[in-house]
T-cell receptor
């Protein structure tokens, strides 16, 4: 079974600085998806970024980028120029590559609470 | 991104009553919807997976007779908590899977959640 581990329960960053959130996973599959979701105090889960395992290039979305190391099964999230609105719980998630089936559920890590200091 | 709505956002009910929570994908068809439960400061716990037109698949330890799931159309799934008790108080989140084989999209979008309080 696949597992996702986020070893940092809490992180803090100064506004405008850069922070990296860690995520490792375990799987025997060769192809899959990886995601970072953000959950602010409103508790609405928001997709931050996704990565297909078959793509070697690291995904980027504006100030958010990932460092995907497939051999090491590592998928860290880097937030550049941190803003107060980035304060939230961040969840790393794994999903099997499953087309049209009834599965394809996300497997979440326990989350990292990010605080942004003004 | 795609939008998923959830209604109600907050509900308070008496012990022994039933509560229905609706989850809708507003601008896409969702062949698969997921229901999660989240305890304070914890991660999301998958309760069940529902596919349009078929019975839901429940995770181990989740009572299917207590948490009734119906996925009547490609845009609507409902979760009914039957004979609710205080221990059912929690935050319930639905998620809809947007899958487009030709477009190569396969992403889960989440509803805003429902806070259930059982007195």
């Amino acid at each position: 079974a696949q597992t996702v581990t986020q070893s940092q329960p809490e992180m803090s960053v100064q506004e405008a600085e850069t922070v990296t959130l860690s995520c490792t996973y375990d799987t025997s599959e060769s192809d899959y998806y990886l995601f970072w979701y953000k959950q602010p105090p409103s508790r609405q889960m928001i997709l931050v970024i996704r990565q297909e395992a078959y793509k070697q290039q690291n995904a980027t979305e504006n100030r958010f980028s990932v460092n995907f190391q497939k051999a090491a099964k590592s998928f860290s999230l880097k937030i550049s120029d941190s803003q107060l609105g980035d304060a939230a719980m961040y969840f790393c998630a794994y999903r099997t590559l499953n087309y049209g089936g009834s599965q394809g559920n996300l497997i979440f890590g326990k989350g990292t609470k990010l605080s942004v200091k003004p | 991104g795609a939008v998923v709505s959830q209604h109600p956002s907050r509900v308070i009910c008496k012990s022994g009553t039933s509560v229905k929570i609706e989850c809708r994908s507003l601008d896409f068809q969702a062949t698969t919807m997921f229901w999660y439960r989240q305890f304070p400061k914890k991660s999301l716990m998958l309760m069940a997976t529902s596919n349009e037109g078929s019975k839901a698949t429940y995770e181990q330890g989740v009572e299917k007779d207590k948490f009734l799931i119906n996925h009547a159309s490609l845009t609507l799934s409902t979760l009914t908590v039957t004979s609710a008790h205080p221990e059912d108080s929690s935050f319930y989140i639905c998620s809809a899977r947007e899958f487009g084989r030709l477009a190569g999209t396969d992403t889960q979008y989440f509803g805003p959640g429902t806070r259930l309080t059982v007195l």
